[in-house]
């Protein structure tokens, strides 16, 4: 671990308006917000004449921020980022010059989704010919326990002068990570059983490994069971609304697509599991996609349950033909038609529609058929509404939503870097809000009838856009793991991450803040015939760790650098997954197992950095793979270092509790009878009594880390005798 860079500059350096107290262990660097040009997903929202390249006066590198404005009329620079959780972070640090005069004053306030919070003035107008360094905790700005922060400002104040001033260097510095992080998780309280639907990829038309060839389609069918998936999803994203499977070409192309249905097929029915099929809405009709269903489960008995009516049709990005493009109410009306055109081929088809959070969301302009939410009487024009009313108006359910979510998006070739490493791995906690968002509209908008509906999603991958460094790097195999993760915890029942083959990109970020060597982006898991991107690994890992049936249990981190997940699988093994999200510093966390009593060996699975710099040196193949070692633990309780940007499974076989001891004490004559029980440490131990040793009733349960436990007895001369045992749960 390495002392946190910020702090230790402000305590060297002279004129730091405040310091935090001495140097403190950190496992992060400082989160930059701008450090020769805006970085971490940060825009310039400023309200202030500003040149954000000057290169004549930096404080390091070589640029720095020169702003100038009337102080009369409060100009600020201002730095926007989408919501963030802002509670790892300490303090905002940065440096200020004042120019050639000086004298200026500056406030700094935070806005999160509550508003903005309380200006800190700078105690002293800034220095003219000279850099000071300024640390502002969080909680002074009101917004430590933030966890929607999006703006920082930096603001002139009317009581101080106009010149010219500079900024450079700014950045949020991170809090300490306790050592150890508590690690609780909880084997005995079940959140729910897991579904083989959340161990899946997209597929895509474009994809060269489907072919009719037996080489090439054994070795797209070796790594998907490599990999432990599941479920597929064709044909591939927003092609969908503009692919016609019968002739395998979009639109009216007169060329074929590399993979048709039927050589997807040929894997498909090879691997087993789900099959998800996105039917052309933007471009197609219902006759095209009940034709579809026809071909494949009439015709060709493939069972093919799963089938969606088009791709993110709420997206000006999607293709629609329709008069009225991207219209929810004109999306439902044809939803109906090809929902009852596909279930008369097959009523055991499962039809989906999409959706998306928030009931303002995507209304694209359209103000008919506006929908009114008859629990708060407010109406709403977004398109998961507005859809969910004409489908209840029509006597037409659906029998899944389906949600697509990607936190980012890269515009092509940005100037600055839109992509944060931390930050992407702290937004994985939507899919709760995004779970319970849906069930609400569901139940809103559609009514009790609604509960049938299932929540599902079928894509995911760390940025939409443009493609750098970070979809190829390790960062985005721990977001892969987290985000399926924290989806086990929710109602959504399936997970298809999107995708298996995507292609080479190299138009996104690779701006130095992210971490990588890899010098393309791709969002595929495989680049060309089987390279493998560390999320493959990733993807082989979550398959040790959970498999349709399982339970999914209550886990807790009591630091967010440090996520823990865990399931009890069918055959009564604990696994349990920690992921060290940060770049730097190891991380030591304590275990705690409750209700699970482990054995001694267990086996540990890792995948880290040793292997992402395996592949990097061309290294043979097996230092690029999970690593598995046997630990030995002295009990449910424990303690293990976990390297930086690290996954780490652990698979705990149940131990046999030992059979438990009694012994009767009295340490003072007149004082009370202590009874003390000896077991496993870490085990359960539930106390009995009977006056009849026939009948016994339970009195207490405990587990002492231990396996000692002191109970209290109390004889009176007027009871029956008494008899007390001891049973050892596991």
């Known amino acids: 671990m390495r002392i946190c860079e910020g702090f230790l500059r402000v305590a060297l350096r002279a004129g730091a ?29 400023s309200w202030i004449d500003r040149d954000l390249f000057q290169t004549s006066m930096v404080a390091s590198g070589s640029a720095a921020i020169r702003a100038s404005g009337n102080a009369n009329q409060w100009p600020g620079l201002s730095f926007r980022h989408a919501p963030f959780d802002a509670r790892p972070w300490q303090a905002l640090v940065f440096e200020a010059h004042g120019g050639t005069t000086g004298g200026q004053r500056l406030q700094v306030t ?47 104040r009317a009581d101080g002068s106009s010149g010219a001033f500079y900024v450079d260097e700014v950045r949020l510095v991170p809090r300490a990570v306790p050592s150890p992080v508590a690690l609780t998780v909880h084997a005995d309280r079940i959140l729910r059983t ?5 161990f899946g990829i997209n597929t895509a038309i474009w994809d060269n490994y489907f072919a009719d060839n037996s080489t090439e389609r054994a070795r797209t069918l070796g790594l998907l069971r490599e990999m432990g998936v599941t479920t597929l999803r064709f044909p591939g994203g927003s092609l969908s609304d503009q692919y016609h499977w019968a002739s395998n070409r979009s639109l009216t192309n007169t060329w074929q697509w590399n993979t048709s249905f039927a050589e997807f097929m040929s894997v498909a029915t090879n691997l087993g599991g789900e099959i998800f099929i996105t039917v052309n809405y933007g471009s197609g009709t219902p006759e095209e996609a009940a034709a579809w269903v026809h071909h494949a489960n009439v015709v060709n008995g493939y069972g093919i349950r ?44 499962r039809v989906g529609v999409v959706a998306v959070p928030g009931e303002d969301s995507y ?29 209840r108006q029509l006597g037409v359910r659906p029998d899944f939503l389906v949600h697509h979510h990607y936190p980012q998006w890269t515009p092509e070739q940005p100037v600055h870097s839109p ?18 968002n849906l069930r609400q509209q569901i139940l809103d908008y559609f009514g009790p009838e609604g509960e049938a509906i299932e929540l599902v999603v079928t894509e995911n991958n760390i940025d939409a856009g443009a493609q750098g460094r970070q979809s190829t790097s390790l960062v985005n195999a721990l977001y892969y793991a987290d985000s399926l993760g924290q989806l086990m915890r929710t109602e959504f029942n399936a997970f298809v991450w999107w995708d298996l083959r995507n292609g080479t990109d190299r138009s996104g970020s690779f701006d130095p803040t992210l971490y990588g060597w890899r010098d393309y982006g791709d969002l595929g898991v495989i680049n060309g015939p089987d390279t493998r991107h560390p999320v493959f690994y990733a993807f082989k890992l979550m398959s040790h760790f959970a498999r349709a049936g399982d339970a999914i249990v209550e886990t807790a981190s009591a630091n967010p650098w440090l996520a823990v997940h865990a399931a ?35 086996t540990v699975r890792f995948y880290g950095i040793p292997q992402d710099e395996a592949a990097r040196t061309n290294a043979p193949s097996a230092a690029q793979d999970l690593q598995e070692d046997t630990l030995e633990i002295p009990g449910p309780v424990f303690t293990h270092a976990f390297p930086p940007l690290s996954l780490t499974l652990f698979s705990f076989a149940p131990a046999e509790p030992a059979a438990p001891r009694l012994r009767l004490h009295r ?25 009849d040793l026939a009948s016994w009733s339970a009195l207490a349960t405990n587990r002492p880390a231990d396996g000692r436990w002191m109970v209290e007895i109390t004889p009176q001369p007027d009871q029956p005798a008494r008899y007390w045992r001891a049973l050892a749960r596991p």
């Open 568 to 602: 009890r699988r069918t055959d009564g093994t604990l696994t349990v997954l920690v992921l060290n999200k940060a770049t730097q510093g190891t991380l030591t966390g304590q275990l705690d197992l409750r209700g699970f009593l482990p054995q001694p060996a267990v």
């Open 306 to 349: 799963y089938w969606e009516i088009g791709n993110e049709c709420y997206g000006p990005w999607e293709y629609d033909t329709n008069a009225r493009p991207h219209d929810a109410y004109t999306y439902a009306v044809r939803a109906a038609e090809y929902i009852r055109q596909m279930k008369a081929v097959d009523p055991t088809v």
């Open 110 to 156: 935070l806005q999160d989704a509550d508003g903005t919070g309380p200006a800190y003035v700078l105690p002293t107008p800034l220095p003219a010919g000279q850099w000071r360094t300024y640390v502002i905790p969080l909680d002074v700005l009101g917004k430590a326990a933030s966890t929607t922060l999006e703006r920082i400002n930096l603001q002139l």
């Open 363 to 391: 209304d694209n302009g359209y103000r008919d058929h506006p929908a009114v939410n008859p629990r708060t009487g407010e109406t709403h024009y977004g398109w998961t509404p507005r859809m969910l009313v004409a489908l």
């Open 419 to 436: 992509v944060s490493d931390p930050l992407a791995l702290f937004s994985t906690e939507n899919w709760a809000r995004d779970a319970a």
């Open 667 to 691: 340490f003072e004559s007149a004082g009370p009878w202590q009874l003390e029980i000896t077991g496993t440490p870490g085990g359960a131990l539930v106390l009995e009594a009977s006056s």
């Open 194 to 198: 897991a579904d083989t639907r959340w």
């Open 17 to 45: 308006t405040a310091v935090l107290g001495p140097a403190i262990l950190c496992a992060q660097a400082p989160l930059a917000i701008y450090t020769d040009r805006l970085v971490n997903g940060f825009e310039d929202w």
